[in-house]
Structure formats: structure tokens, C-alpha cells
């Protein structure tokens, strides 16, 4: 069965510094990867999605991830954080063509030092 | 603005009673999913549909939790009889199905049984 592994629950960093989430999967065949992101009380919102096209995925609010197959990782980075990106970060993995429901990782706390 | 709508937002109950929570997924989306989301399990797959025919509701306890779609605008997830361990934030998702792997998530609904 399809796993993903998120390193680290929480992550901090200072604002304005690099974010890195790491993200590694389990599966012999590459699947879908997305990264999503939750803030307090809302629902999940795609960060980005890799679908087997360009290995550097670029997303929304300066987030990109990189799709490494030799290292099955899907590590999600920003260059500069900024306050408002302080949230829950979900990476996730489908495989099946895409009809199946996604298999998400734990899930990394990102606090953001001021 | 096309948006999953969920219903109730926030539900406390006693336990032994029954809680149905509702889901509006997007106009013209074909798969919705139920996922249930708890501190130490983290997002967890209950069922999803396609088309509204139930293809996996494997992560679901068969003996008190049924998920139905009885028509294209409303899926609904009913647990009989509620317990305290079944307190969690329930989340609802679609997408359009094969090949796009995109979920759009609802705004869950937070569950406390006591």
C-alpha cells in the first residue's frame, strides 16, 4: 500500500528565511504527488500537484517542490517565509490513475519566527 | 465561487446518538470523498464515491458508519450510535475523477462526542 512520510511534525523558522518540508513516498511506481495546506479551522487548499510532467513544480504563494524518483521524495520549499505561511502542510500521494482517494502524510506544523 | 459545503460546521453530542453530517460537493464533480481527520491519526480515508456509486469505504467501521449519495448534490456520512473515540473533524472532498487528482476540500465538520 501507498505510504508518505513527512520528516519533522513541527518545523520553525525565522521569517524571511528558506522552508523546507520534506516529503518522501513509498510506491515502485511514481505517483501523483501534491502538497496541501491547512490553516486553523479551514479545509485543505492545493499548495501544488505533480502529475509526471516538469520534476520542479512551482504552486501558489512562492511554493515549489521538486519530484526526486532515485530519493521517492516530493521536498516542498519557499525561499523566504513570510508570517502568513505559518499553517498545517500536508503532503499526499495518489496512485490509480488518479480515481483513487489521496493517502496523506501526518502532516508538518511550519511556525514562523517574527 | 464554486466551494465544498458541509453541514453541520460544529456538532457536540452524547454518545449513543446518532450525528449525520452533509456534504455539498461541486457542480458537475464526480468523485467525492469522506476523510476524518484526529491528532493522532492524522487524515484518514473513509469512503468516496464516483458517479455516486460507493467504490472503497474500506476505511469506514461498517458497524455504525454508512456513507451514502442520494442524489449528485449531497453526500451524507451517518454514524448510529455515536462513541466518544468517533470525535474528529470530518472532512468532505470532490474532484473530477480519473487523471486530475485535484481535491477540493470543505470547511469539515468538528464532532465531539461526550
Known amino acids: 500500500a501507498q505510504s508518505v512520510t513527512q520528516l519533522g511534525s513541527h518545523v520553525s523558522v525565522s521569517e524571511g528565511a528558506l522552508v523546507l518540508l520534506r516529503c518522501n513516498y513509498s510506491?515502485?511506481?511514481?505517483?501523483?504527488l501534491f502538497w496541501y495546506v491547512q490553516y486553523p479551522n479551514q479545509g485543505l487548499q492545493l499548495l501544488l500537484k505533480?502529475?509526471?510532467?516538469?520534476?520542479l513544480v512551482k504552486g501558489i504563494n512562492g511554493f515549489e517542490a521538486e519530484f526526486k524518483k532515485s530519493e521517492t521524495s516530493f521536498h516542498l520549499t519557499k525561499p523566504s517565509a513570510h508570517m502568513s505561511d505559518a499553517a498545517e502542510y500536508f503532503c499526499?500521494?495518489?496512485?490509480?490513475?488518479?480515481?483513487?482517494?489521496?493517502?496523506f502524510g501526518k502532516g508538518t506544523h511550519l511556525i514562523i519566527q517574527p | 465561487d464554486a466551494r465544498v459545503t458541509q453541514t453541520p460546521r460544529d456538532k457536540v453530542t452524547e454518545m449513543g446518538q446518532e450525528v449525520t453530517m452533509r456534504c455539498q460537493p461541486i457542480?458537475?464533480?464526480?468523485?467525492v470523498f469522506w476523510y476524518r481527520q484526529t491528532m493522532m491519526q492524522g487524515l484518514e480515508l473513509l469512503a468516496y464515491?464516483?458517479?455516486?456509486?460507493?467504490?472503497?469505504d474500506s476505511g469506514m467501521p461498517k458497524d455504525r458508519f454508512s456513507a451514502e449519495m442520494p442524489d449528485a448534490t449531497l453526500a451524507t456520512l451517518k454514524i448510529q450510535p455515536s462513541e466518544p473515540r468517533d470525535s474528529a473533524v470530518y472532512f468532505c472532498?470532490?474532484?473530477?475523477?480519473?487523471?486530475?487528482?485535484?481535491?477540493?476540500f470543505g470547511e469539515g465538520s468538528r464532532l465531539t462526542v461526550l
Open positions: 457542480l458537475g464533480h464526480n468523485t
Open positions: 505533480y502529475t509526471s510532467a516538469a520534476t
Open positions: 499526499a500521494a495518489q496512485t490509480g490513475g488518479g480515481a483513487d482517494g489521496l493517502t
Open positions: 464515491f464516483r458517479n455516486r456509486a460507493p467504490l472503497d
Open positions: 472532498a470532490s474532484g473530477l475523477g480519473v487523471n486530475t487528482g485535484e481535491l477540493f
Open positions: 510506491s515502485s511506481v511514481p505517483p501523483y
